[in-house]
């Protein structure tokens, strides 16, 4: 060995040393046994590795098929060069400063400079009087109307008589919390009601079990979570994935990062514009711990068709969660209103679990809605208990802690102050007016209405004009309607303050097509070719995130923008 020999004498017989300890400790396989058993774990771990690749390039293909699959790595693979792209040193410097050029107009917009700030806490604390004057101020502070029936969606009530009783609960609840039972016995038994009234809406069949919670949002956590636990608990699987529509709301996106569950995005073509459930079948294997329908979605007013949905959850034994959460307390009035529907609720044997927005259609103040399970151990699985904390041992519901009794109260007020009646009313008059608004846009031979609504939202395309450049027309008049992607569309959710005017939203728009078809004929008269740059924020943002295969510009904008929403 050259090595060696050029050592000092000294430094080699230590080398020597400890080579030979070393050869001495190594283990003589006497046992042939022993040896087999090294080389046969080797191999199950390397089948076992090479099994799990396989089953999932299967799943994929069987899910895809071959041609989804190419597409689906393509695209992913130019997204992913796309960014790189934006990246650059050169690149990534423009972009920033139209980024930071958009949000500061954004800025202007959203963060009044003129108005006076409160950055510290008063040194003295302010008079009632003065409290209740800024209070007033802000209440004030120029805004789109929606008490004038301005606003899709976001106010779905606003009557002042219910919002007087609902101010009244709150205040005979103030510092309710429902984690101390004992404490707030009130509280407790409002809830429990609560949730026994909206089980019984949607025909919850004997040991079917619920929770309130803060928002459709977290209805939709839970959900996602109790079906991720019981997929664990009684299956074993440790890779979970969901199936959803692509127009499912994006709820469940947020419960897929949020618990590492994977998400498969299934189509929803024209003209039903349903999830396709043959897709959905496609897609389901050993991983999956839950399908979704919408009863009715949030971008096109549409009820997936939960029956089909139903019967695949049957036949494959795989979890099913309707989210109700927009159509609340209108679907399950729709029949008896006079009006078409579908099934939708526990009726159908393979729905195990429906989230309903209390604070939609059902009329409560923000900060409530509903999980229903049809049993209870399905809700157990969102249960969070730790038996050994220094804090005593701890159980509770849901993601929050503490949590509002106050809104509970005032949720609970509102259910049986508005009642059955009430209700079947206001389907009446809401649902009626959503078709009229549909029959009226629909007659516009430049728009065209997405699917058939069943329900309140009415979502539309334009033909032959650009939807944004409308959205932002109505936008100018005073109207916050809401703008869709994939494909480009925008809808309003018929609310009663929307019922009260209507007619004047849908001649608006009229007139707001019109003048867009004008100013299209022009630009077509004078020859000039593309479209000039969008003047409007909906125009601007979507032009920009339609246009680009990797969306992390308008990630980039939409995190400006909440960074706004702390600007104070
Ligand atoms: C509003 C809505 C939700 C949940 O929204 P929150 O804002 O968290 O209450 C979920 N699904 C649909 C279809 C919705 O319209």
Redesign the pocket.
Known sequence: MPGTSRMPVSLRESFNNVRNKARARRPVWSNPLQVLSIDLIRQIVFFLFVLRWTRRALWKLKGRGLLGTIVELYTDAYRALYGYFLRLPGVRTTVRKQVDEAIAKMSVKLVPTNATRYLTLPKEGWSEEAVRKELDTLANMDHTRWEDGYVS?AVYHGEADLMRLQTEAYGKFTVANPIHPDVFPGVRKMEAEIVSMVLNLFNAPPGAAGTCTI??????LMACLSARQKGYAERGITEPEMILPET??T?FRKAGEYFKIKIHLVPCPAPAYQVDVRRVSRLINPNTVLLVG?A???PHGIIDDISALSKLALRRRVPLHV?????SFLVPFLEQAGFETQPFDFRLKGVTSI?C?T??YGFAP?GN?TVLYRTEQLRSYQYFVDPSWSGGVYASPGAAGSRPGALLAACWASLVSVGQSGYLDACARIVGCAKQLAERIGANPELEIIGRPLVSVVAFRARDLNVYDIADAMGARGWHLNALQNPPAMHV?VTLPIVKVWERLARDLDEVVEAEREKERVRVVQGKGARGAATGDAAALYGVAGSLPNKSVVVDLAKGFLDLCYKA
Request: net charge negative; charged share 20%.
């Open positions: 969606g928002g459709g949002t977290e209805s939709i499912a709301h709820a919408s009715p979605n949030f989210d109700c959460c927009l159509g989230s927005d604070h939609k923000k809605s959710a």
